[in-house]
């Protein structure tokens, strides 16, 4: 397979995903709607495209990593409609599994192939090749792929039919939900029982109580600073909203998952919508009576 793919969509994700995929000796073209980001990425060897299309009359593989289910559909039925030979379609977006299904049925239509391969990590992950990929659909095309994937991913499950890697997606992210506020939680009752906030990330990660979202995002906590993101918090509210429509529907009771709701609600609410997940933190610690850091 020749070392050539389509990157559309260069935001927090994939932008980390192309620079990873260059330096692995991959020829990346990349496609977002913002020209500025385009413009970022050539600087460090994406080659801009105007056009997810433009990018499939070479690549014979797209990844896109999309923020809604319109963006990724409307890819989905330009490369339909643009009358190009099989191209496979791997698809890292969190959407619902109707999203998903939609789109793989637009693109099979065409003669295209879709792989459901959402991504577990955060931007600072992806940064340093820390992603795991739940795969699935086609094993054999999942197989061929394993090189590209290893360009940008540690590790890569294959997670059979079509739609089960974002099934396994909403299992992950309810945990990460879940732990991102448990952090936040722990960290002001450490900052207001006056221990330094930078010694309970320490002592926590040291002991049984820590966990891989606690390492991410307490240090961020600890220093009440929530920018650059790794994952927006506007960005996250969609995530939210797809996890509990799918349990929901499966009739699944989610106590510890609903409670966490009202906080991110306040976070965006309080002004934290381009801000890190982390910043709950800064939630709660309004909510005990702390002064405002940072």
Not at 15 to 22: E, F, I, S, Y
Not at 241 to 265: K, Q, R
């Amino acid at each position: 397979m020749a070392k050539v793919v389509g990157m559309i969509g260069l935001g927090i994700m994939g932008g980390a995903m192309a620079r990873n995929l260059v330096r692995d000796g991959w020829r990346v073209l990349g496609f977002d709607t913002d020209p500025g980001r385009r413009t970022e990425l050539a600087a460090d060897g994406v080659e801009a495209v105007a056009s997810p299309v433009e990018a499939a009359r070479t690549a014979e593989v797209l990844i896109t990593s999309l923020p809604s289910p319109a963006a990724v559909l409307a890819t989905a039925r330009a490369l339909a409609e643009s009358g190009l030979p099989k191209r496979v379609v791997v698809e890292c977006s969190t959407l619902s599994i109707a999203d998903k299904l939609a789109v793989q049925q637009v693109l099979a239509g065409a003669g295209h192939e879709a792989l459901d391969v959402p991504i577990s990590g955060t931007g600072s992950q992806a940064v340093n090749k820390d992603l795991v990929l739940y795969a699935s659909g086609e094993s054999a095309t999942i197989e061929t792929l394993r090189p590209l994937f290893a360009g940008f991913a540690r590790a890569t499950h294959d997670l059979g039919a079509f739609g089960n890697g974002s099934r396994m997606k909403f299992v992950a992210n309810l945990l990460v939900a879940i732990n991102n506020v448990a952090s936040a939680e722990a960290m002001v009752l450490g900052i207001k029982a006056g221990l330094d906030p930078k010694q309970v990330v320490q002592l926590v990660q040291a002991g049984a109580a820590n966990s891989r979202v606690f390492e991410l995002r307490a240090p961020m906590m600890a220093a009440a600073e929530y920018l650059p993101a790794t994952m927006k918090c506007a960005i996250w509210q969609k995530d939210m909203d797809v996890i509990g429509h799918f349990a929901t529907e499966l009739g699944v009771p989610t106590p510890l998952f609903s409670a966490t709701l009202p906080v991110y609600a306040a976070a965006m609410a309080q002004g934290h919508s381009a801000d890190d997940t982390a910043a709950v933190c800064a939630v709660l610690e309004a909510m005990a009576g702390l002064p405002k850091r940072g």
